[in-house]
């Protein structure tokens, strides 16, 4: 199972994403794919887009994730905002395998 998080507060939002999907063996676990592929797209065009200045942490680790930003910049609150929607996508279509906490 897969765990996310989405934490705002007035000064800073954090994503964290821990564990594996385990909807089918290593290397063919679309759910687990996608979660990576979300993550690690949201990790590259942030990084892509210089905004390091306003990111205070991008970890992309295996089986764990953590992006803290700061909540100054409206881009990077529309990247953050992506993330999550696409999260709650695949929570909706693989409840079994993946929950919001």
Known sequence: MTFYSVKRSKKDTVVEVKGHADYDD???DIVCA???TA???TANLI???KYKY???EI???DGYFRLQVL???KVLNAIVDNLCETLDSLW???PSYIKRK
């Open 92 to 94: 909706e279509e693989y």
């Open 71 to 73: 909540n100054t910049d």
């Open 39 to 41: 993550t690690l797209m």
């Open 47 to 49: 990084s892509s887009l």
């Open 34 to 36: 996608g979660i990576s």
């Open 59 to 61: 970890i992309v680790e």
């Open 26 to 28: 290593k290397g063919y």
């Open 54 to 56: 306003e990111v205070l």
